[in-house]
């Protein structure tokens, strides 16, 4: 099993910044990949970014692209999202996510972002 455990969200006014932090914990080795998802009121869950732990190739989605920055410490086996310019439809539920293969996903329990205009 992998623990998570997100911390850095809060309110911000729009064109600020905040940092997030997912911890992980537990069966850490073999983590494929990590990402951040959001998920605002009445909406899916989205993929906002990832992250290969082991080369630290990354991808966005491209409503973040040029604004927000994944990044991971190996060595504190911690993946940070770093959000720039912020709007409010930026507003959401942030969750990170950790996959294993074969053995499947992992969640965190969500981390509160809420941008006022």
């Known amino acids: 099993q992998v623990q998570l455990v997100e911390s850095g969200g809060g309110l911000v006014q729009a064109g600020g910044s905040l940092r997030l932090s997912c911890a992980a914990s537990?069966?850490?080795?073999?983590?494929?990949?990590m990402g951040w998802y959001r998920q605002a009121p009445g909406k899916q869950r989205e993929s906002v970014a990832a992250i290969i732990w082991s080369n630290g190739i990354t991808g966005y989605a491209d409503s973040v692209k040029g604004r927000f920055i994944i990044s991971r410490d190996i060595a504190k086996n911690t993946m940070y999202l770093q959000m720039n310019s912020l709007r409010p439809e930026d507003t959401a539920v942030y969750y990170c996510?950790?996959?294993?293969?074969?053995?499947?996903?992992?969640w965190g329990q969500g981390t509160q972002v809420t941008v006022s205009s």
């Open positions: 996510a950790a996959k294993k293969i074969p053995q499947g996903d992992y």
């Open positions: 537990g069966s850490i080795f073999g983590i494929n990949a």
